[in-house]
């Protein structure tokens, strides 16, 4: 494990943990809203699956960079997974506020990237209504 995950090791227990949290309360925020989708759920476990192994990737450059002379200035792997848990945790934070889970003032910082687009509004930006 050690050589697989280099310095994000200490945390992939963390990070492990955090998928497995996202991914039932996707499933659940899923189940709640009649949603649940198969394709969904297969793409959800690739990205995840996608994920770690870029968490792998991450973790060779640490190695191979003073392979090749270079000197790292950080530890690639462990600022990668710590990026990575930040992600799992706004995952998890949007699953339960969409359950109805009041997450307090974090929930104002969940709806930045929420499209306001109205659907039914046809004209295009700059052309009056």
């Known amino acids: 494990m050690q050589q697989l995950f280099s310095g994000g090791q200490p945390l992939m227990g963390w990070w492990l943990a955090m998928v497995g949290i996202d991914l039932v309360t996707g499933y659940a925020k899923a189940l709640k809203a009649h949603r649940w ?19 792998i990737v991450a973790s060779a450059v640490d190695h191979v960079a003073p392979l090749a002379g270079l000197s790292m200035p950080v530890n690639v792997g462990l600022i990668w997974t710590l990026i990575l848990m930040t992600y799992e945790f706004g995952s998890i934070m949007e699953n339960v506020t969409a359950m109805g889970v009041n997450v307090g003032p974090l929930a104002k910082y969940l709806d930045v990237f929420h499209d306001s687009v109205d659907p039914s509004d046809t004209t295009k930006k700059g052309e009056p209504k």
């Open 37 to 55: 989708k198969s394709a969904v759920n297969l793409q959800g476990l690739m990205t995840k699956f996608a994920t770690m192994l870029t968490i």
